[in-house]
């Protein structure tokens, strides 16, 4: 479709494909595929999904850690996989062991609740979390677990959906149904929008945090979201 000499792209079912500001190509490193992506099927979000393994943004802002300077924390480290993305676990061959878990999907290698997790203390070099504390009620409990789970010197990958532009996290315990929840938070199971406090409240327990952003020309490159921090907590 053509409006006043500009071409705009029309959203003609799940597997649109936007025209990319990339000469058309991005790369996928996760996969390595090189190409358009496809748009979120659901909110129609520009180049959300590989369309070669259908990997998001989140995934592909964490193949470009974890293909990186992650691998020297992989490396021979215990790691526990939280809620895990299966596209991801072939960058957790060197480690020496790779444990899922999850509440609910009987596939992954353990049944655990992450604000109580049966575990010993220091069982693990290594925690990936990545989009779970926003549908934790208590991620204040989940947040400490995570630290009594690590060895000290070991690290946790935390990813949850920011707004950077607020100071505070949004929250609401009254809003319960799914679609207040859609409108509050941005989905129907999250019950948060985290603000820049995140830090705070993964410092709280004891983590020294630092973050690591795609940088701008990765953001074009990969079609990550500009902005967006995958936070290194490590545990003393």
């Known amino acids: 479709?053509?409006?006043?000499?500009?071409?705009?792209?029309?959203?003609?079912?799940?597997?649109?494909?936007?025209?990319?500001?990339?000469?058309?190509?991005?790369?996928?490193?996760?996969?390595?595929?090189?190409?358009?992506?496809?748009?979120?099927?659901?909110?129609?979000?520009?180049?959300?999904?590989?369309?070669?393994?259908?990997?998001?943004?989140?995934?592909?802002?964490?193949?470009?850690?974890?293909?990186?300077?992650?691998?020297?924390?992989?490396?021979?480290?215990?790691?526990?996989?939280?809620?895990?993305?299966?596209?991801?676990?072939?960058?957790?061959?060197?480690?020496?062991?790779?444990?899922?878990?999850?509440?609910?999907?009987?596939?992954?290698?353990?049944?655990?609740?992450?604000?109580?997790?049966?575990?010993?203390?220091?069982?693990?070099?290594?925690?990936?979390?990545?989009?779970?504390?926003?549908?934790?009620?208590?991620?204040?409990a989940a947040i400490a677990e995570m630290y009594r789970v690590l060895t000290p010197g070991g690290t946790a990958l935390v990813c949850v959906p920011v707004i950077q532009g607020w100071l505070d996290t949004y929250e609401n315990p009254e809003i319960t149904e799914p679609e207040d929840r859609l409108a509050h938070f941005g989905h129907i199971d999250h019950v948060r929008y985290y603000g820049r406090d995140i830090l705070d409240r993964l410092v709280a327990p004891g983590f020294e945090v630092t973050e690591f952003q795609a940088s701008p020309e990765q953001c074009v490159n990969h079609a990550t979201h500009r902005g967006s921090s995958l936070y290194l907590a490590f545990k003393n």
């Not at 850690?65 to 596209?87: F, N």
């Not at 790779?98 to 925690?127: E, K, N, Q, R």
């Open 1 to 140: 479709m053509e409006i006043n000499g500009t071409k705009r792209t029309q959203h003609t079912g799940e597997k649109l494909i936007y025209p990319s500001n990339n000469h058309g190509s991005f790369h996928c490193p996760v996969c390595g595929h090189r190409g358009q992506f496809t748009a979120h099927p659901r909110s129609g979000r520009p180049n959300a999904g590989c369309t070669n393994c259908g990997a998001r943004e989140r995934h592909r802002m964490m193949a470009l850690y974890l293909g990186g300077a992650g691998q020297e924390i992989i490396t021979g480290a215990r790691v526990l996989h939280i809620s895990p993305d299966d596209i991801l676990s072939k960058y957790f061959e060197r480690s020496k062991e790779y444990i899922t878990s999850d509440l609910t999907d009987p596939s992954a290698d353990l049944t655990i609740d992450v604000v109580a997790m049966d575990l010993p203390d220091g069982s693990f070099d290594m925690l990936i979390c990545s989009h779970v504390l926003e549908h934790v009620p208590d991620d204040t």
